[in-house]
């Protein structure tokens, strides 16, 4: 039990810092659907993604919980300014290294 949550801590750390390095290569914020197209083209051309992210068909796109999750309640980059999330619920999510 606790081997097994370590490793969802370290997946969770990992993807965490993952999306930090995928907004790190952009200069601007960018919104969650953004972000995931952007990992989802990265996920696309490493093997060792494919197996670290699921995506499922959307219609607006591919879409992964993981990082919705990770962006909305990040654990690890709770602090580091990388995201933002705006107040009203309709407006989408931005992200970006301030």
């Not at 989802?40 to 879409?63: A, C, E, S, T």
């Not at 009203?88 to 931005?94: E, G």
Request: with cysteine; aromatic share 10%; glycine share 4%.
């Amino acid at each position: 039990m606790m081997r097994q949550q370590e490793q969802s801590e370290a997946r969770q750390k990992a993807l965490e810092n993952f999306i930090l390095l995928v907004l790190g290569a952009s200069n601007k914020k960018i919104s969650l659907l953004h972000l995931e197209k952007e990992v989802f083209l990265l996920w696309n051309f490493h093997p060792l993604v494919k197996d670290f992210i699921v995506f499922i068909q959307h219609y607006r796109g591919p879409y992964s919980k993981e990082i919705e999750d990770a962006i909305r309640r990040p654990f690890y980059l709770e602090n580091c300014g990388a995201i933002h999330i705006p107040r009203t619920p309709t407006t989408s999510v931005v992200a970006g290294l301030s």
